[in-house]
């Protein structure tokens, strides 16, 4: 989902063009053409004795595979005066993984690519990768040998040169490149808790020899690597045959360097583009080094004075020949969204999707592809690609969605709207709404490839980006019923239309284009339109009051309130229906997660206006407004509903509901992750760690230090502002007020909820002085008047004094602190893996651990 910064993961995203010579050939007929003209390659390539015998293959790099040993070799063209033999980008993906989510060894993995220069050194060829973060964009040499000799370069790979030709070509076996760990495999099992330390188990590792690939513009490989441990980690045991030894495919692509055709655009911060960021050490002492340029394909139109005209080479992206049916042409119709908003742009025929061609290999460099990827759990979908390090062109676009979201969404729905009406075709079908969004999905994944950031204020613009995480707005009907008939959009956002004409617009020759690219987005904004990235939407501790993931609606207060409504209603329908016929009825309890917590994503949002700070990615001259705080009365609204939430009414659940969700039992109903609240009662379900998680996703929100800071700071601006002790009392009237009987357990569950989190705030290190102090003259006040006389029952006189105490432990600890707060709550994960505290929240309705 995500255009996500994590390790591995992170490494995906490019574009898919082959050109010679300035000339175009169409992706779709680029595979067999691109057999035709490797079957008919000249013969005067010089072939060696030693290879004569082997399979020979024709095209950027003329390839002899020696099947029965199980080795590549290639004729490099000879070096030039520099030593350089051959500059290529090279790119490096698992054409099969791991089925670990938590790893992220996915299938469909692809790094973002390199500029590789092999050199001939000696009787060696070394592959170099150049380093183009650091540059001279001037036209003087020595200029820019004093950059590349300044920062290190790195040799990544040698091998000896076989044999030499008559005008000084390389034959050089390259098997050790192809089964080297490109992507850092090894690294990342062993930095993962569950991984394990593996090594290469070289009589086992080799090139898949007989399907080596060469075309005209890129040659493509296949790598067989097998890792071995005597101590694999639990991920590796639970996804491979022998967690002792586990085997995936490495693939490896190297593709001509693009023409001089291509004009990088200059990023600029208020368009909602990817950036390629580096250093231009030529730059002018009045001019920025640090300089960027947006990520985006390669596109032109055929008439360059048109207003609107079709495209040279259309962008075309391939679908999994692997996805079902069903899931395939969800994929192809929500991906094709995008041809919208390029017809804006002013482009005809520029963007399709298509089923990927029969034969052709998903991970061919010359195909944008949607991989429809597995794992043992759900988890994260990612969008990006390989791109020409110097100057952000794409080369090819890569998509993984994992196959176990939908089942995840199709579940939610299911607890919403009733198992029953699964497979029916209404508007209240849970397996048709799950496929409604993951046609958003694939959109939204595709639209990071194409070069398209988050955009976390959409949903405040009714729903004006596909490149935000869109919340299912389902509504309550006169009738008490429970709407889906738009659960999810449909077509892209206004948003996207922007961006993508600010991003691929071509303008005509002698156009001032600097002033027509302000002029776009000048007009966007001046529509309303807004843009929040995803530094200031994922924590729930940023300030920005229109920037979340998975809310709805311009109003984040009224929607707050709508969804608790909404909430109310399915908790008050919960039961057996929520499962298929036959299911297990311990089902209900992962089930009821995201029914329960139905609020979670809307709280933050609301949350975002206390101490909230309205801002525009603003640059000198332009025309957006200056930074804001929210107004005080909104901030006061926002709070008070979010004390509806602390309502302990609104956490209770009938016996009727909790005696139906009966324990699990058996290998795949047991440990289920994390995906269950936590229980202290089994066999029974425990509605107080249920209610303890639902309390700390306000709490956290509202107690955040950063927002804490904000709140002091708006007050010491403006006395009669909200300020963080009004949110303490708010807080505390909420919690400690007078309970109902029935509802007091939940009302103390709170109470020592805030009480943890106040201690954990006063003792964090990273909190403003002021925040800190606040929080423990609040825990004093709370202390003070725990007196036996607050509550007549004799368990509430019980829970005040234990209260009490722990609240005394902590103010009169030692200089040096000690641990006094209660365990973190386990709120269970709403995105894929589990994201619980501190970790980014990425994904509504989403599978394990995230987006």
């Keep these: 989902m995500r255009l996500i910064l994590l390790s591995l993961a992170s490494l995906l995203f490019v574009s898919a063009c082959a050109r010679d010579n300035g000339e175009t050939t169409p992706v779709s007929e680029r595979s067999e053409e691109g057999d035709r003209q490797a079957a008919s390659a000249p013969e005067n390539v010089w072939v060696d004795d030693s290879v004569k015998d082997f399979t020979r293959k024709d095209g950027f790099l003329t390839l002899f595979a020696d099947e029965k040993g199980g080795k590549v070799f290639a004729v490099f063209p000879p070096a030039d005066a520099d030593g350089v033999s051959l500059r290529a980008i090279h790119a490096a993906g698992l054409t099969s993984g791991l089925g670990s989510n938590p790893v992220g060894l996915d299938r469909g993995l692809f790094d973002g690519g390199s500029l590789i220069a092999f050199r001939r050194i000696g009787d060696k060829l070394i592959a ?19 950059v590349r000799e300044s920062f290190a370069r790195s040799f990544l790979w040698s091998g000896e040169v076989s044999a030499t030709g008559p005008n000084g070509e390389s034959l050089v076996d390259i098997s050790s490149f192809l089964t080297q760990d490109s992507l850092g495999v090894v690294a990342a099992l062993k930095d993962h808790p569950k991984g394990g330390s593996f090594s290469v188990a070289a009589d086992r590792t080799f090139p898949d020899a007989a399907n080596a690939m060469a075309f005209p513009d890129n040659v493509e490989f296949d790598a067989y690597v097998t890792l071995v441990s005597d101590k694999p980690g639990e991920e590796v045991r639970a996804t491979a045959a022998d967690g002792r030894a586990i085997t995936m495919v490495q693939h490896h692509s190297l593709v001509r360097l693009p023409d001089d055709g291509y004009a990088p655009r200059a990023f600029d911060v208020r368009s909602g583009a990817i950036d390629v960021p580096f250093y231009d050490f030529s730059a002018p002492l009045e001019a920025q080094i640090q300089q960027s340029v947006a990520r985006r394909f390669r596109l032109e139109k055929q008439d360059p004075n048109a207003a609107s005209s079709p495209a040279k080479e259309p962008i075309v992206f391939y679908v999994d020949a692997g996805a079902p049916p069903q899931i395939r042409d969800a994929l192809i119709e929500g991906a094709s969204w995008w041809a919208q908003a390029f017809e804006a742009a002013g482009f005809e025929d520029a963007y399709r999707v298509e089923p990927l061609p029969e034969g052709a290999h998903p991970r061919d460099i010359r195909y944008n592809i949607i991989s429809w990827t597995h794992r043992q759990t759900r988890g994260w979908s990612y969008g990006g690609g390989v791109s020409d390090p110097r100057t952000g062109e794409m080369i090819k676009g890569s998509v993984i969605l994992g196959s176990q979201r939908v089942r995840q969404d199709r579940m939610i729905f299911e607890g919403l709207a009733g198992a029953q009406n699964s497979g029916k075709g209404g508007a209240d079908d849970p397996v048709e709404i799950a496929l409604s969004r993951i046609r958003q999905l694939a959109a939204h994944e595709v639209g990071h490839a194409l070069g398209f950031a988050h955009n976390f204020a959409a949903s405040t613009n009714d729903r004006g980006s596909v490149m935000d995480y869109p919340a299912p707005l389902v509504t309550v009907g006169a009738d008490g019923a429970l709407d889906f008939s738009e659960a999810y959009d449909t077509d892209i956002g206004e948003w996207d239309k ?198 700390s996703i306000t709490l956290d929100a509202l107690l955040h230090p950063a927002r804490a800071a904000r709140l002091e700071e708006q007050h010491r601006r403006n006395a009669s502002a909200l300020g963080f002790g009004d949110v303490l009392n708010a807080i505390d009237a909420q919690v400690f007020a007078a309970t109902e009987a029935g509802e007091q357990a939940i009302a103390n569950v709170m109470q020592d909820r805030f009480v943890s989190t106040l201690i954990e705030l006063s003792l964090d290190e990273n909190a403003a002085a002021s925040v800190r102090a606040q929080a423990e003259a609040k825990l004093r006040a709370i202390a003070n008047r725990l007196g036996p006389s607050l509550f007549n029952s004799t368990n509430a006189r019980e829970h005040n004094n234990w209260l009490r105490d722990r609240i005394e432990t902590h103010l009169d600890r030692p200089a040096t602190a000690v641990a006094a707060s209660s365990p973190d709550a386990e709120i269970p994960p709403g995105s894929p893996i589990g994201g619980g505290a501190g970790m980014m929240e990425t994904c509504w309705h989403c599978d394990s651990l995230q987006d």
């Design 498 to 695: 922007v961006a993508a004409t600010w991003l691929y617009a071509e303008f005509a020759p002698g156009a001032d284009e600097a002033a027509a690219l302000n002029k776009i987005l000048a007009d966007g904004y001046a529509s309303g339109l807004r843009f929040v990235a995803d530094s200031e939407g994922r924590s729930v501790g940023t300030g920005n009051p229109y920037g979340s993931v998975w809310d709805n609606g311009g109003d984040p207060v009224q929607s707050l309130r709508h969804v608790m409504a909404v909430r109310a209603v399915a908790l008050s329908n919960f039961g057996e229906q929520a499962i298929a016929q036959g299911a297990p009825m311990a089902k209900l309890r992962e089930v009821i997660v995201p029914i329960y917590l139905y609020h979670r994503y809307q709280t933050a949002a609301a949350a975002k206006l206390v101490g909230g700070y309205n801002f525009t990615y603003k640059t000198k001259g332009d025309s957006l407004a200056k930074g804001s705080v929210v107004a005080d009365d909104k901030q006061r609204d926002a709070l008070s509903a979010l004390m509806e939430t602390l309502d302990p009414s609104a956490l209770v659940l009938p016996d009727s509901i909790l005696d139906q969700m009966t324990p699990p039992m058996g290998a795949f109903n047991g440990d289920n992750g994390g995906e269950v609240f936590e229980t202290d009662t089994h066999p029974m379900f425990d509605l107080m760690s249920a209610a303890d998680a639902a309390a």
């Design 128 to 146: 170099e990768q150049e380093n183009w973060t650091y540059r001279a964009t001037t036209d003087n040499p020595l200029e820019q040998k004093a």
